[in-house]
């Protein structure tokens, strides 16, 4: 099993920054491509970003240029840099974790998930 922790979430203004963080434990083995997620209110959880253990980077179109993923690999943690925040981008973010490479995009595809952290835009 491996366990997700998010944090860094927050209320910050349109076109400001906030760096979320994921720290991976157990069997961090498993973390083959690790990514992040978010569900804003009345919409389905969407792909936000995604990285795999030789630091291949994924990213919807949506977010490109102004987000950034990396990951740490000798410190188990994920970190998703998100700049030029838009109110749009307001949502609960999950970090995700899969064992498998590939079908980064595919959030069915990934079998461990965090609680979420909540990242509030204000217009």
């Known amino acids: 099993q491996v366990q997700l922790a998010e944090s860094g979430g927050g209320l910050v203004q349109a076109g400001g920054s906030l760096r979320l963080s994921c720290a991976a434990s157990?069997?961090?083995?498993?973390?083959?491509?690790m990514g992040w997620f978010r569900q804003a209110p009345g919409k389905e959880r969407e792909f936000v970003a995604a990285?795999?253990?030789?630091?291949?980077?994924y990213y919807a179109d949506s977010v490109k240029g102004r987000f950034t993923i990396s990951r740490d690999n000798a410190k188990n943690t994920l970190t998703l840099q998100m700049n030029s925040l838009k109110p749009e981008d307001a949502a609960v973010y999950y970090c995700?974790?899969?064992?498998?490479?590939?079908?980064?995009?595919?959030?069915?595809?990934?079998?461990?998930w965090g609680q979420g952290t909540q990242v509030t835009v204000s217009s």
């Open positions: 157990g069997r961090t083995f498993s973390t083959s491509v």
């Open positions: 995700a974790a899969k064992s498998s490479s590939g079908g980064a995009y595919s959030q069915s595809l990934y079998g461990y």
């Open positions: 990285i795999s253990w030789t630091t291949i980077t």
